[in-house]
Antibody, heavy 120, light 110 residues
């Protein structure tokens, strides 16, 4: 069974940094592209970033480009999101998401999310 | 990377059918067949209900169906049940390995 467990969320001041992790299990992590998706309180979902299976290609939403960095460690079955220069509008639940079970363009599994709050 | 447009809420009675629309542009919804729909209960992670416009993952009831016309995709739920009350999000590939979501629709079963 696919399992994705995010960690690393918390309260951070504007301008601060945070690194999220997502531990994957139940599938061959190195074979699948992964994504981060966020959901601000009471709002819809927003795609944040994606990474290829090998980690060689990364992609970002305009709203986080230059501030966030996605990476993965296939030897540890773990996905990361380094978030710098955080703003109040980055406050959200951040979900780790797996692609590829139903084609490379579809997210098929999600973690339970980790809450990031940016506030002074 | 503008969000896709969904109605904020829809409602229907048990046994009825409801349709949720998702309108984008020729750069996303209208430009490919990689539209997905997710069901989300409050405080829970989303669940894949429809992928590639109209395909259903194993385990999803055939009461859920998807379609697309031009820049608008649609999710139809027939034979509404109380358990269908949830938020529904559409999601489309937008080119250059970027994706865009709709704002989400709250379905109320009356």
């Amino acid at each position: 069974e696919v399992h994705l467990l995010e960690s690393g969320g918390g309260l951070v001041q504007p301008g601060g940094s945070l690194r999220l992790s997502c531990a994957a299990s139940g599938f061959t992590f190195s074979n699948y592209a992964m994504s981060w998706v966020r959901q601000a309180p009471g709002k819809g979902l927003e795609w944040v970033s994606g990474i290829s299976a090998s980690g060689g290609h990364t992609y970002y939403a305009d709203s986080v480009k230059g501030r966030f960095s996605i990476s993965r460690d296939n030897s540890r079955d773990t996905l990361y999101l380094q978030m710098n220069s955080l703003r109040a509008e980055d406050t959200a639940v951040y979900y780790c998401a797996k692609r590829g079970g139903y084609g490379d363009y579809t997210v098929d599994y999600w973690g339970q999310g980790t809450l990031v709050t940016v506030s002074s | 990377q503008s969000a896709l447009t969904q109605p904020r809420s829809v409602a229907g009675s048990p046994g009825q059918s409801v349709t949720i629309s998702c309108t984008g542009t020729s750069s996303d919804v209208g430009g490919n067949n990689f539209v997905s729909w997710y069901q989300q209960y409050p405080g829970k992670a989303p669940k894949l209900m429809i992928y590639e416009v109209s395909k259903r993952p194993s385990g999803v009831p055939d009461r859920f169906s998807g379609s697309k016309s031009g820049n608008t995709a649609s999710l139809t739920i027939s034979g509404l049940q109380a358990e269908d009350e949830a938020d529904y999000h559409c999601y489309s590939y937008a080119g250059s390995y970027t994706w865009v979501f709709g704002g989400g629709t709250k379905l109320t079963v009356l």
